[in-house]
C-alpha cells in the first residue's frame, strides 16, 4: 500500500517537474532592441501603446502616492504599483523567473547584494542607454556626476537617486550630552555598555552601519564593540527608534533619521545627532531604481525611469519620504545629512558593488558575535 | 427452481476493483498528497542546495550545519523548550476549568461569556504586547511607576522584557483564549452520565475534572496541547519585541532571523523548520495511536446532556469566570484603543496626545477598500473550502476503511509543522510549478488555497476528533431507515458537528485574514489583503496605523462570530 | 405455513483469522418472531448486521422473498438504505439533535414523504408505541424506556417487511424488560410484521419467539421451537445455556431389552438409572457419558417406599429463599443437585430425600474424552 502510494506520488512529481520549466510566457511582448539614442516621441507613443507598466517599490505609502503620480503626467499609462521588501520580492522574481513568468517592468529599491545577483543572474536589462531626457542627462545635474549614480561595476543597471550620509550612529543628546560622547571610538567605553541598541545587522541599515566601522576602524573595534559592549539589536526601526527617543539605549546604531523624526512630527521634541565622523558613508537607502530583463511594458518602463528622475519629480519624492535627492537642483530637505559636493572624494559610498565583500565580511562578523 | 429477482437500480457490482468509495477516497489522497508533498520535498530539496561563492550550486549538507551551529541556537532550543513547558502547565489547568465551567456546569451566563474569548481570540498581538510594555516597563511601565510610588521602591517590580514577562504576555493573549475555545466543542459533547457516575463515587467536581473529563477527551486534548506547541515554535512575534534586550531566543526567532539576511537564507531556514517537523512527527503518531486505541464515544443515542449543579459556588465561579472574560478582552481593547487613538502610542507628554488622524489616514488609503474587499473574499473564499474538505478529510480519516486513511491523517499535521514563511516559498513553487495551477498565480484563488491549506491542520485534527465522539450507530441508523450517504451527512453528520465546524469556520476565518507569512510571496496589487497593509505599516513603524487595521479585522471577524453563532446555536445537539 | 420471507444461504463474515459468522443458514418466515441467541462473541449480532447491509459478507447469499440482497458468488450487494428493513440498535441510536417526532419522521423524509401525510404516519406510530404527545421533546430529554419506544417507532414507521431488534432490552431495568417484552409480542402480532432478535438472554428468547437459532462460535447449533430446544437439546452447549441442567457422570453398564440402557453412576452413587437408549450400540458398553435432567423434572418423594428404580437417597444442604420459591441444593452421594420447592414445601434443610429420576426425563450424552 505505501508502495502504491509512493509510486502515484513520484508519478506525480514527475509529472510537474517536467511540464513547468520551459513554458512560453503568457503576457510578454516580444523584446525590444534598445532604442538609445531614438526619439522620445515616439518612445512615449509606443509607451502608450503598451498602456501600463510594472512597477516594485517599496512599501510605504508616501512612496506609493509618489509613483503613482506618474499616472497623472502620462494618463494613458496605467502604474500598476505592489510594495515588497526587497527580502520578500527577489526571491520570488527568481523563482518566477524560473518557470518563465516575466512580470515586472522596474523595481524601487536600494542596491543590496539581491540586486546584482540578479544581474549576474541575466535579469536586469542596463538602465543608463535608455536615460533620453536632457535634464536626466545632464552630467553637472548629479551628485559625482553620472558614473557615481551607477552602483554596479560596469555603471550601468543600479542607479541611485538619492544620496544622504549615512552616519553610524545617533545619540539621543538630552541623556547623552556631547561632552560626554564625541567619537565613534568612544563608544567602547565601558561606560556605554548596555546603552547600545543595533538594528538588525543581517541587512539594512544595520549591516551598513557595522559595515562602515569595518571599512573605517577595522575589524579589531568592531570585534571589541559586538563582543565587549552588550550592544541589544533590535529587529524593527519603530522600536529602536522609540527606545532611543525614550532614552532606554540612547545610543543607536543604524538607524535612518526619519525613523525618529516621525516621533516629532507628532510634537514630541527630541533631541537626537549623529555622531560626528572623520569619514562617512553615503548611501541611497532605498531611493534605487532597477530595470528588468524581458519587461513585459518595456517602453512604459523607459519613460518611467526618466520621468522618476526629473526635477519636478525627484523634488516632489525627496520632500514627502524626507530623503535627499542625488539631484544637485532640487531643495535640500534635511540638512544634517546633506553630503557636501565639494568633499565629494571623502564619502564612501557604502552601496556600491566594489563594498559587497566588505558588507558580507562585516555580516558574518555580526553574525559570529551577536547570538 | 424459483425465478430470482435482482435490484439492479440498486445494488451494485463489487468486483476487485475499487469501488465508488476507494476512488473518492484515493482521489482525495492524492490531491491532498500533492498539494503538500510537492512544495514540501522542493523545500526539502532546496535545502540542499548550497549556494557558492561563485553562485554556482552544490549539493551538500552546508545548509543544515548552519542552520545547527548559528551562534545561540543552542540557548534558542533551551529557551523554546522551557517557554513551551511553563506556558503549557500553567494555560491548560486554567483553560480546562474555564471550559468545564461554560460548558457542563450551570453557570450564568455561560452562553454570551464564551463569546468574549472569542473576541480576545480575534484581537491581533502586536498591539496587545505593545500595551503590555506601556504597563510592565521596567523604567517607564505605568504599572511599575505606580509601585513605586505607592510602594517606595527603587526599582519596580516587573520586567516584561524577560522570560516571565514574555510567558505573562503569551498567558494574556493568546495561551489560555484558545485552549477555551479549542476545547469547549468537545466538552458540550460530554454525555453527563459519566461525570455523574464519579460524583456518586463521592469525587469532587475538580477531581472529576482531572480523573474523567480529561481521560475522555484525550484525544481533543492532545490535539490542543500539540497545537499548541506547534504555535509556540512557530511564534515569534512576542519573542521579537521583548526578547532583544535580555537577549532571550526562541527557535522561532532563529528561523525568521535566518531569513532576514541578505540575501535570506531559505535553505538553513527550512532545515530548521524540517526539524519541527521531525520531532512533531513522534507525538503526531502519539496522538494517532491514542485515537485508535480506544473508544471515544461520549455521543450515543442515549445522550444526556444534563448540567452540572454549582449551588453554592454558582455565583463566586460566575465573578471569577467574567473577570477572567473581562481580562482578556477589556484590557487588550483598551490598548487597542490607546494605540489608535493616541498621536504616538505610550506617549502621554505630547501636547496633543490624541488624535483621529491614524484612522483617516487608514481608511483614506486608496489601496484600503480593495484590501478590505481581498480580505473578505479571501477569509470567505477560506471557510467555504475549509468547510467543504476539512470534514470530508477527517470523515475518511476516521469512519471509513480506506487503506490510505492513516496516510491522510498524517499529512493533515503537515501544514502547521512548517513554519508560514517557509510555506510561502513553497507555495511559491507550488503555484508557479503546477501547470494547473500556474494561471491562477496572482489572484485571489491562489491565496484562499494557500490560507486554506495553512489551516488545515487544526480544522481536520478538530474535527476528527469530534467524530470520534460520535457514535457509529448514529450514522448507521440513517442508512437503515433509508437515508443515503449523502442524506445521512446531511441530516445527521453535519448537524452533529456543528459546534466544531463552527469553531473550525471562524478560525479558519482568522486565521486567513491575518495570515501573513504564508501568503506574503503570493500577493499581487489585485490581491492584496488588510493584513499585508498592516504589515506594510509596521515595517513602516507605524504601529498606530498597523493597530487601526487590526481593529478592523477584529471588528469584521466579531461580526462574523456572532452570525455564526446565532447560527450555529440553532442547530446542533440540544440540551 | 407460511412462506419464507429471509433466506440465508452459507453466509460468512471474517475478521482476518477470525470467522466471525460460518457458514450460516436460516430460513426465517413471514410474521414469525424469530430470535437468534447466544453468547457474547457468537456471531448473532454480526449476522444481523450482515443481514441489514451494514456489514458485508464474505461467502453465500442474503434474500428477501425472491430478491437478492446480498450474494458473494454473483457480486451483488444492495445497500442498507435500499433494504427497506427496520431496525432498533442495542443504544437505540436516537438522534440528540432532532426531537421526537423528527426522529420518527427521519425514514419518510428521506423517502420524500411530507406534509399532512408524514404527521399522520408519524402520530399513528407514536400512539402504537404508546407514545402520543411526546413529540416536541428532544431526543436527549428522554428516559430509556422511552428512547426504545421512539427507536421502535422509527423503524415501524415507515412498514417495513422486516424488523430488526439487537439486544432491545439488555439496557432496561427488569420491571421494564419483562414490561416491553410483553408490549412486544403484543406489537407484532397487532401488526403482523416478521421479527428478527437478538439476544443473549434465553428466557428472552424462550419466551418472545416463535422459532429460535441458537448460536455458537459464528455457527448455528440448533434451529427450532422453544420447547424443541428446551426439551430435545441438540448438543450440550445447548442444553446448558438453555434453563439450568443436573447433571450427572457415568458409564453404560448394560443394555436393556425394550430401547432401554442402564447407566452406572460413578462417584459414590452406587446407583444404576434406567435411560431411554436411542444411541448406544453393543459395543458402547463402558463408554463414560453424562446423565442429565431438568430440575423441574426430578421428583421428591417422601419415605422409602415403592419402586427403587432410578431414585436416589440424599440430604437437603442449603435451601435459599428466592421470594416465590425455593432453590434447594441436595446432596446425593457426592453430588450436589438443585432443586425448586414452591414456598409452601415442608421440607426443610438437613432432611433426607428421595429423589426420583423418571427415564423419559433424562437424557444422556457422550463425554468427550
Not at chain 3, 445497500?79 to 426522529?103: C, D
Not at chain 3, 431495568?173 to 409480542?185: G, N, P, S, V, Y
Amino acid at each position: 500500500m505505501w508502495l502504491r502510494f509512493l509510486l502515484c506520488l513520484i508519478l506525480t512529481v514527475a509529472l510537474a517537474a517536467c511540464s513547468s520549466g520551459s513554458q512560453p510566457d503568457r503576457a510578454s511582448a516580444p523584446r525590444v532592441p534598445g532604442s538609445a539614442g531614438g526619439d522620445w516621441d515616439s518612445l512615449v507613443a509606443a509607451a502608450k501603446r503598451e498602456g501600463k507598466v510594472v512597477v516594485s517599490g517599496p512599501t510605504r505609502e508616501l512612496w506609493r502616492t509618489q509613483l503613482v503620480a506618474f499616472e497623472q503626467a502620462y494618463p494613458e499609462i496605467q502604474v500598476e504599483y505592489i510594495g515588497a521588501n526587497s527580502r520578500d520580492f527577489w526571491p520570488r522574481v527568481f523563482r518566477e523567473r524560473e518557470f518563465g513568468q516575466y512580470l515586472w517592468d522596474l523595481r524601487v529599491g536600494g542596491p543590496d547584494p539581491q540586486v546584482y545577483e540578479a544581474r549576474d543572474r541575466g535579469a536586469l536589462d542596463p538602465i543608463r542607454p535608455f536615460l533620453l531626457l536632457p535634464e536626466v542627462l545632464d552630467e553637472t545635474k548629479w551628485f559625482g556626476g553620472m558614473d557615481r549614480m551607477f552602483f554596479d561595476r560596469e555603471k550601468k543597471y543600479a542607479l541611485g537617486f538619492v544620496s544622504y550620509i549615512s552616519f553610524v550612529a545617533y545619540v539621543n543628546r538630552d541623556v547623552v550630552p556631547e561632552t560626554e560622547l564625541r567619537s565613534l571610538r568612544d563608544l567602547l567605553h565601558p561606560r556605554w555598555r548596555g546603552k547600545i541598541v543595533l538594528q538588525d545587522p543581517r541587512g539594512g541599515a544595520g549591516l551598513s552601519a557595522v559595515e562602515m566601522l569595518l571599512e573605517v576602524y577595522g575589524e579589531s573595534l568592531v570585534r571589541d564593540l559586538l563582543t565587549n559592549q552588550e550592544v541589544v539589536v533590535a529587529n524593527d526601526l519603530r522600536q529602536q527608534a522609540e527606545w532611543l527617543v525614550r532614552g532606554r539605549y540612547p545610543i543607536a546604531l543604524g538607524i535612518v533619521p526619519d525613523a525618529f523624526l516621525s516621533f516629532q512630527d507628532q510634537g514630541l521634541e527630541i533631541n537626537i545627532q549623529p555622531i560626528a565622523e572623520e569619514t562617512s558613508a553615503i548611501a541611497t537607502g532605498t531611493g534605487g531604481l532597477q530595470f528588468f530583463e524581458r519587461a513585459p511594458h518595456p517602453n512604459a518602463a523607459k519613460v518611467f525611469m526618466n520621468w522618476l528622475l526629473t526635477r519636478a519629480v525627484q523634488t516632489h519624492l525627496s520632500a514627502a519620504t524626507r530623503m535627499n535627492s542625488r539631484r544637485l537642483d532640487v531643495p535640500v530637505v534635511h540638512e544634517l545629512t546633506a553630503p557636501d559636493p565639494e568633499r565629494l572624494e571623502s564619502y564612501i559610498p557604502s552601496q556600491v558593488e566594489e563594498m559587497v565583500p566588505i558588507r558580507e565580511q562585516a555580516q558574518r562578523l555580526a553574525r559570529e558575535l551577536l547570538p | 427452481m424459483e425465478t430470482e429477482t435482482v435490484k439492479r437500480g440498486f445494488a451494485f457490482r463489487i468486483s476487485h476493483q475499487p469501488d465508488s468509495q476507494t476512488l473518492w477516497c484515493t482521489a482525495v489522497l492524492g490531491v491532498v498528497g500533492f498539494l503538500l508533498l510537492y512544495p514540501l520535498s522542493l523545500l526539502l530539496w532546496n535545502s540542499f542546495q548550497v549556494a557558492q561563492p561563485n553562485r554556482e550550486v552544490a549539493i551538500g549538507l552546508a545548509n543544515w550545519v548552519t542552520a545547527l551551529t548559528e551562534p545561540g541556537m543552542v540557548a534558542a532550543i533551551l529557551n523554546t523548550v522551557w517557554l513551551t513547558l511553563v506556558l503549557q502547565l500553567i494555560s491548560f489547568p486554567v483553560a480546562i476549568l474555564i471550559v468545564w465551567l461554560l460548558a457542563r456546569t450551570d453557570l450564568p451566563g455561560k452562553d454570551w461569556i464564551d463569546f468574549l474569548f472569542w473576541i480576545a481570540f480575534f484581537a491581533p498581538s502586536l498591539p496587545i504586547t505593545l500595551g503590555w510594555i506601556l504597563l510592565l516597563d521596567p523604567d517607564f511601565g505605568l504599572v511599575n511607576q505606580s509601585l513605586k510610588a505607592v510602594f517606595s521602591l527603587e526599582q519596580g517590580p516587573f520586567n516584561v522584557y524577560s522570560f516571565w514577562g514574555i510567558a505573562w504576555v503569551h498567558l494574556a493573549t493568546r495561551s489560555v483564549v484558545v485552549k477555551v475555545i479549542l476545547l469547549t466543542p468537545f466538552l458540550r459533547n460530554l454525555d453527563s452520565s459519566f461525570e455523574e457516575a464519579s460524583r456518586v463515587s463521592g469525587v469532587g467536581p475538580l477531581r472529576t475534572i482531572a480523573r474523567v473529563v480529561v481521560p475522555l477527551l484525550l484525544p481533543a486534548v492532545l490535539v490542543v496541547l500539540l497545537m499548541s506547541v506547534i504555535h509556540l515554535l512557530e511564534s515569534f512575534e512576542i519573542e521579537q519585541v521583548l526578547g532583544p534586550p535580555s537577549q532571550f531566543y526562541v527557535y522561532s526567532t532563529m528561523i525568521y532571523r535566518l531569513l532576514q539576511f541578505e540575501p535570506p537564507e531559505y535553505g538553513a531556514a527550512t532545515a530548521l523548520a524540517v526539524m519541527i517537523l521531525a520531532v512533531m512527527t513522534p507525538l503526531i503518531l502519539l496522538q494517532q495511536w491514542v485515537s485508535r486505541s480506544r473508544r471515544y464515544t461520549t455521543v450515543t443515542g442515549q445522550f444526556h446532556g444534563r448540567r452540572f449543579p454549582l449551588g453554592v459556588w454558582k455565583w463566586p465561579a460566575f465573578a471569577a469566570i467574567l473577570g477572567t472574560g473581562l481580562f482578556f478582552t477589556v484590557l487588550p481593547l483598551g490598548f487597542l484603543g490607546l494605540a489608535t487613538f493616541m498621536r504616538l502610542f505610550g506617549f502621554f507628554n505630547l501636547p496633543d496626545p490624541w488624535t483621529i488622524d491614524h484612522w483617516q489616514r487608514v481608511m483614506s488609503d486608496p489601496i484600503f477598500l480593495r484590501s478590505l474587499a481581498n480580505t473578505i473574499l479571501l477569509a470567505g473564499g477560506t471557510v467555504t473550502l475549509a468547510m467543504i474538505s476539512f470534514p470530508l478529510i477527517a470523515y475518511i480519516a476516521v469512519r471509513t476503511r480506506f487503506r490510505g486513511r492513516h496516510i491522510l491523517d498524517f499529512l493533515s499535521w503537515l501544514p502547521i509543522a512548517i513554519p508560514g514563511l517557509i510555506l510561502g516559498l513553497g507555495f511559491l513553487w507550488l503555484f508557479l510549478g503546477t501547470p494547473v495551477l500556474r494561471p491562477l498565480y496572482g489572484s485571489i484563488v491562489v491565496l484562499i488555497l494557500a490560507a486554506g491549506i495553512s489551516s488545515m491542520t487544526l480544522g481536520v485534527q478538530l474535527v476528527k476528533t469530534n467524530l470520534l465522539q460520535l457514535g457509529q450507530e448514529l450514522e448507521e441508523a440513517s442508512w437503515v431507515a433509508g437515508g443515503s450517504w449523502f442524506y445521512t451527512v446531511r441530516r445527521v453528520i453535519l448537524p452533529m458537528l456543528t459546534p466544531v465546524l463552527v469553531t473550525v469556520g471562524l478560525v479558519a476565518f482568522i486565521s486567513a485574514a491575518r495570515n501573513i507569512a504564508g501568503i506574503a510571496l503570493l500577493v499581487t496589487n489585485q490581491n492584496r489583503p488588510l493584513a499585508m497593509l498592516q504589515l506594510d505599516y509596521m515595517v513602516d513603524g507605524r504601529y498606530e496605523a498597523a493597530a487601526v487595521v487590526g481593529i478592523i479585522v477584529l471588528l469584521l471577524t466579531t461580526g462574523v462570530a456572532l452570525l455564526a453563532r446565532l447560527f450555529g446555536l440553532r442547530i446542533g445537539i440540544r440540551t | 405455513m407460511n412462506e419464507t420471507i429471509l433466506r440465508l444461504c452459507e453466509v460468512s463474515r471474517f475478521y482476518g483469522p477470525v470467522r466471525a459468522v460460518s457458514r450460516v443458514s436460516l430460513e426465517i418466515r413471514e410474521g414469525e418472531l424469530f430470535a437468534l441467541l447466544g453468547p457474547s462473541g457468537c456471531g448473532k449480532s454480526t449476522t444481523l448486521r450482515l443481514v441489514t447491509g451494514l456489514e458485508r459478507p464474505d461467502e453465500g447469499e442474503i434474500y428477501v422473498r425472491n430478491e437478492v440482497l446480498s450474494s458473494v458468488p454473483r457480486r451483488i450487494f444492495v445497500p442498507p438504505h435500499k433494504r427497506n428493513m427496520g431496525m432498533v440498535f442495542q443504544s437505540y441510536a436516537i438522534w440528540p439533535h432532532l426531537t421526537v417526532f423528527e426522529n420518527v419522521a427521519y425514514p419518510l423524509r428521506a423517502q420524500g414523504v411530507r406534509g399532512r401525510q408524514l404527521e399522520k404516519k408519524v402520530h399513528n406510530v407514536l400512539e402504537l408505541v404508546g407514545l402520543a404527545g411526546v413529540g416536541d421533546r428532544p431526543g436527549p430529554l428522554l428516559s430509556g424506556g422511552q428512547q426504545q419506544r421512539v427507536a421502535l417507532a422509527r423503524a415501524l414507521v415507515y412498514e417495513p417487511q422486516i424488523l430488526l431488534l439487537d439486544e432491545p432490552f439488555s439496557n432496561l431495568d427488569a420491571k421494564l424488560r419483562e414490561q416491553m417484552r410483553l408490549e412486544l409480542k403484543q406489537l407484532q402480532r397487532r401488526v403482523g410484521i416478521t421479527v428478527v432478535f437478538v439476544t443473549h438472554d434465553q428466557e428472552e428468547a424462550l419466551s418472545l419467539s416463535d422459532r429460535i437459532a441458537v448460536m455458537e462460535s459464528g455457527e448455528v447449533a440448533q434451529v427450532g421451537l422453544p420447547q424443541e430446544l428446551y426439551e430435545r437439546p441438540g448438543r450440550p452447549f445447548i442444553r446448558d445455556f438453555l434453563g439450568k441442567s443436573v447433571v450427572l457422570q457415568g458409564e453404560v453398564a448394560r443394555l436393556g431389552s425394550d430401547h432401554r440402557a442402564e447407566i452406572q453412576l460413578v462417584g459414590d452413587l452406587r446407583v444404576t438409572l434406567a435411560v431411554p437408549n436411542t444411541t448406544f450400540s453393543s459395543d458402547s458398553v463402558g463408554q463414560r457419558v453424562l446423565v442429565a435432567i431438568r430440575p423441574e423434572d426430578i421428583l421428591v418423594e417422601e419415605g422409602a417406599a415403592g419402586d427403587s428404580c432410578n431414585r436416589l437417597e440424599g440430604t437437603i444442604a442449603e435451601m435459599l429463599f428466592l421470594g416465590d420459591r425455593y432453590e434447594c441444593h441436595i446432596r446425593v452421594g457426592g453430588q450436589e443437585i438443585i432443586l425448586y420447592f414452591p414456598r409452601s414445601t415442608p421440607y426443610r434443610e438437613g432432611q433426607p430425600v428421595r429423589v426420583h429420576f423418571p427415564p423419559s426425563a433424562l437424557s444422556v450424552w457422550k463425554q468427550k474424552q
